[in-house]
């Protein structure tokens, strides 16, 4: 017969590390492919200039979304800072 056998616990740490793998490798390309399907129903009425229109504001947002994820907002504020600041 053996000795008693123990149980042992470790604590695992909480985190989001896999939700945002998930949201970048998942969610963004659906919007992006829902964005050009969108665009290309526009464009498919003939109405060229809303979708010029919509494509600035489209482009503006996607550049903000890029800066969310790659977490490198401080940098390029500071870096725009110092274009206005000198």
């Given at each position: 017969?053996?000795?008693?056998?123990?149980?042992?616990?470790?604590?695992?740490?909480?985190?989001?590390?896999?939700l945002?793998g998930?949201?970048?490798?998942?969610?963004?390309?659906?919007?992006?492919?829902?964005?050009?399907?969108?665009?290309l129903?526009?464009?498919?009425?003939?109405?060229?200039?809303?979708?010029?229109?919509?494509?600035?504001g489209l482009?503006?947002?996607?550049?903000?979304?890029?800066?969310?994820?790659?977490?490198?907002?401080?940098?390029?504020?500071?870096?725009?800072?110092?274009?206005?600041v000198?």
């Amino acid at each position: 017969m053996t000795g008693p056998q123990v149980l042992v616990l470790q604590a695992q740490t909480l985190s989001t590390g896999g939700l945002q793998g998930w949201i970048q490798d998942n969610v963004i390309p659906l919007i992006l492919l829902g964005i050009a399907i969108i665009l290309l129903w526009i464009g498919g009425k003939g109405d060229n200039a809303g979708v010029a229109r919509r494509s600035v504001g489209l482009i503006v947002g996607l550049i903000a979304l890029g800066i969310a994820v790659s977490g490198n907002g401080p940098e390029i504020g500071s870096f725009l800072a110092g274009l206005l600041v000198g």
